[in-house]
């Protein structure tokens, strides 16, 4: 067994090593494409800064690690798919099997090789691609200007002792500045206290938050006929805060690019303060159940060594497993919408899609080799 094991293994691991290769060629090469529109444009913090041609390949790489994380399990569809077919066509899969390689044997080893896969998944996926992806965001922020998200920024909440404040990030510089800062803090009762304004501001990490240049306007409306608004000037406006930088990222970089850990954290977060988190709940279980799609990608794989080739009709089988693979990744994107809209429970929204198709090629294995 440990031959055939290690046979199946070598070819496996290098198809798929060929196929990812492949994909990240061709994603590389859309990437940098995207980027030559910004190549030689100043930068809007420092005129002087330009966006460079290195500067482009270097961002285009740093977000390879990235599409590792999101190609890794079709490609390991594509590559097992292929090297199990190849054996079928060429008899060789018949002498294993004649050599003591049952159904069940040939389960059991390729879920051992679809383990390694998942783990090698979830390494690159929750601690290579989420400091790759930051670095890159930075580095674009340094050379074209800073991090935003759309016209309005990020909003967050947070509950303390006697108030509620809503706050609104407009940008986040590579050096951690805040931009375009707004706090709105309501009683208990919801009624609007005061806000603060301020263009920049930094998260200090003894859990404050300094602005600078704040406006503060204090809404005294204990009577109506004696309401009033408070307007003060701060050079250096302290205010107290649990909210970190991390969680300024979260809002403002995509919570599919965070670490399990950091959107986990932000979810309580959201909880504590009363905010809805289901579209991050459910990155937060897509970015669980993710790895485990690659046993599902190499479960599918295996009917196909049991198929039954003529000259040239390898190539058709091949094709429909990379349907196969292709549908799931447009299914599992699909029930993450779906999910999110119908406030489905955020486990099964992400773990839908790899039920199904776990059953699906269960039951092709079953069809095609228990009972043919």
Not at 24 to 46: K, M, N, T
Not at 136 to 151: D, P
Not at 188 to 216: D, Y
Not at 334 to 348: D, E, K, M, S, T
Request: proline share 3%.
């Amino acid at each position: 067994m440990k031959t055939i094991r290690r046979l199946i293994y070598g070819e496996v691991l290098i198809a798929t090593g060929y196929v990812l290769l492949a994909f990240l060629s061709l994603f590389f090469f859309f990437d940098f494409v995207e980027e030559l529109a910004a190549i030689g444009q100043p930068s809007r913090l420092d005129p002087k800064v330009t966006y460079e041609l290195t500067h482009a390949m270097l961002y285009v790489a740093l977000l390879m690690p990235s599409r590792i994380y999101e190609l890794l399990p079709i490609s390991v569809l594509i590559g097992s798919v292929a090297v199990l077919a190849r054996l079928a066509q060429s008899s060789e899969y018949t002498i294993l099997r004649t050599s003591g390689l049952g159904p069940w044997k040939a389960l059991r080893t390729l879920l051992g090789l679809g383990l390694l896969f998942v783990a090698l998944t979830f390494a690159v996926g929750d601690y290579v691609a989420p400091i790759a992806d930051k670095t890159a965001q930075l580095l674009k922020a340094r050379y074209q200007g800073k991090l935003s998200l759309g016209q309005t920024g990020a909003w967050l909440k947070e509950r303390q002792a006697h108030s509620n404040f809503s706050v609104n990030v407009g940008s986040l510089s590579p050096s951690g500045e805040l931009g375009e800062v707004r706090i709105f803090e309501f009683d208990n009762q919801g009624l609007l206290v005061s806000t603060v304004q301020a263009e920049q501001g930094r998260i200090e990490g003894h859990g404050t938050w300094t602005l600078n240049n704040a406006v503060r306007r204090e809404f005294d409306v204990a009577g109506q006929l004696s309401a009033r608004i408070v307007r003060s000037q701060h050079e250096s406006f302290a205010w107290p805060s649990a909210i970190s930088a991390e969680m300024v990222s979260v809002a403002l970089l995509k919570p599919d690019r965070m670490r399990t850990t950091d959107l986990y954290a932000y979810v309580q977060h959201l909880e504590a303060n009363g905010q809805t988190a289901q579209r991050y709940e459910i990155e937060f279980w897509r970015k669980v159940f993710y790895p485990l799609s690659c046993l599902v990608m190499v479960v599918l794989s295996l009917p196909f060594a049991y198929l039954h080739f003529r000259s040239g009709g390898i190539t058709g089988y091949v094709f429909g497993g990379v349907m196969i693979g292709i549908s799931f990744f447009l299914l599992n994107n699909v029930f993450g919408y779906i999910g999110n809209l119908n406030h489905w429970r955020p486990w099964l929204a992400a773990a839908s899609p790899a039920i199904i198709y776990s059953f699906l090629s269960l039951g092709a294995f079953g069809w095609l080799v228990l009972r043919r």
